[in-house]
């Protein structure tokens, strides 16, 4: 941790273990916050993204003011995330997956035309509102359905095309998608379980499937704990190998995130060893380690958040955004649900659809953790279907889309 004046103003730059103990101390406070607000623990708002928010508005509020700027360390970001989404593949079991075949070709039906729509109004919108429509897309798919990696990576491609401020367009719309995204979908998902008072249970056809519901109940022991955590990090390990390969191989705008790699190995692994049982996987310790990951990732995120790069946002990108925002909500509320069939299931499901479709999958599973945590209850099939969907398939549509709309208007 380091203190020095720099252009008249204090800079604190806080190193990767200072930025670990305030994310861990951000989380525990969103816990209390939560549980002191009880509108907060009725709409579902996560811990995560009540901590480090509030830390982030605080940021902001210093550097605003040329008190203080601050700086973090997140270096650890990258591989909490890996670990969420490892752990999430290893939830990729083709039995489970058979046994929700509808739901998620249907899910992925509604990912797809949400990555069309987002582009489609961004464009129109920024003609409308006199902006170079290329930024519409910045602010649609690009940033949205795709995040900051998409915002990092496709706003240098349309910069080199001849569009002034694509990349920071892109990264503060996905910076508000994300802020968004966390805030309205646990209340989307409670609001739908609410208004059409549903029974709160899950498929029991996929809990009798479950192979884990049983190996889950194993005793907690120290060296199985360690064991997976190993096969976790050789995992992320591998992903971040297939990244490195994949880009070597210079696809003109194509790249394959850490976490799908990571995401796929885990998959192919769980199905091998639901064939051979190579490893006795105990998926309590699967889970224990998946909130660590997702718990201090989004912390982490939500925290260093550039809330300045959103106030500077020009006062026609704002009304696109919140156009947007009201199109994920609306979308979500009136076909998602009914698509999916209006049981407990797809509330949790829904509610994880309206936060993807403004933030990232990690956001959509933190916004269905606080559904599934508010009913005690947790839907097997939203936590099956909604990481791989919004995180892996969707990209089969939304990649050749982006190019496709950015190549034909920059």
């Known amino acids: 941790m380091k203190l020095e004046t720099i252009d008249g103003i204090q800079n604190l730059q806080l190193d990767m273990i200072a930025t670990l103990a305030l994310a861990g101390v951000l989380l525990m406070l969103g816990y209390f916050i939560r549980n002191k607000v009880k509108l907060l623990d009725r709409l579902c708002i996560p811990a995560p ?7 982030s508005l605080i940021v902001w509020g210093f550097r605003s003011s040329e008190v203080l700027i601050i700086n973090m360390d997140t270096t650890l970001q990258l591989p909490f995330m890996l670990t969420f989404f490892t752990c999430v593949g290893f939830g990729g079991s083709f039995k489970l997956l058979k046994s929700g075949g509808k739901l998620l070709v ?4 509604a990912c797809w035309i949400l990555a069309i729509i987002q582009n489609v109004v961004g464009v129109s919108l920024a003609s409308v509102l006199g902006l170079n429509p290329v930024l ?40 508000f998608g ?12 409670n609001w739908l379980i ?13 809990e009798e499937k479950s192979e884990e519901d049983v190996i889950s109940e194993n005793d907690f022991k120290v060296k199985s704990f360690l064991s997976h955590l190993t096969l976790i990090f ?13 880009s070597k191989l210079g696809i003109q705008n194509f790249a394959l995130p850490n976490y799908v790699g990571a995401m796929f190995l885990a998959i192919i692994f769980r199905n091998l060893n639901d064939k051979k049982n190579i490893f006795d996987l105990n998926f309590k310790e699967i889970n224990i380690i998946m909130e660590v990951g997702l718990s201090f990732f989004l912390t982490m995120a939500t925290m260093t958040l550039k809330i300045w790069e959103l106030a500077d946002l020009a006062g026609p990108l704002l009304i ?14 009136f076909i998602v649900f009914p698509m999916l069939g209006k ?10 659809y309206a936060g993807w479709g403004l933030g990232i999958s990690a956001t959509a599973v933190v916004c269905m953790s606080a559904i599934c945590e508010k009913y005690n209850l947790r839907s097997t099939k939203a936590f099956l279907i909604v990481p791989l969907c919004g995180a892996v398939f969707v990209d089969i549509v939304a990649v050749p889309i982006i190019i496709f709309f950015i190549t034909k208007f920059a």
């Open 49 to 55: 993204v009540i901590g480090g928010l509030l830390f």
């Open 106 to 109: 249907l899910f992925l039906v």
């Open 136 to 175: 519409g897309v910045m602010a649609g798919t690009v940033s949205l359905v795709g995040g900051h990696g998409n915002a990092a990576a496709f706003g240098p491609v349309a910069e080199n095309l001849g569009v002034t401020g694509a990349t920071t367009v892109a990264v503060a719309s996905a910076t």
């Open 178 to 189: 994300l802020i968004t995204g966390s805030l309205i979908g646990g209340p989307v998902g």
């Open 194 to 206: 609410k208004k059409n008072k549903l029974e709160i249970k899950t498929d029991e056809s996929v």
């Open 234 to 246: 050789i995992f992320m390990f591998g992903g971040i190998v297939i990244s490195d390969l994949v």
């Open 320 to 333: 696109l955004l919140v156009v947007q925002m009201i199109i994920v909500i609306l979308f979500s509320l």
């Open 343 to 352: 049981t407990y299931d797809s509330a949790v499901m829904t509610g994880g």
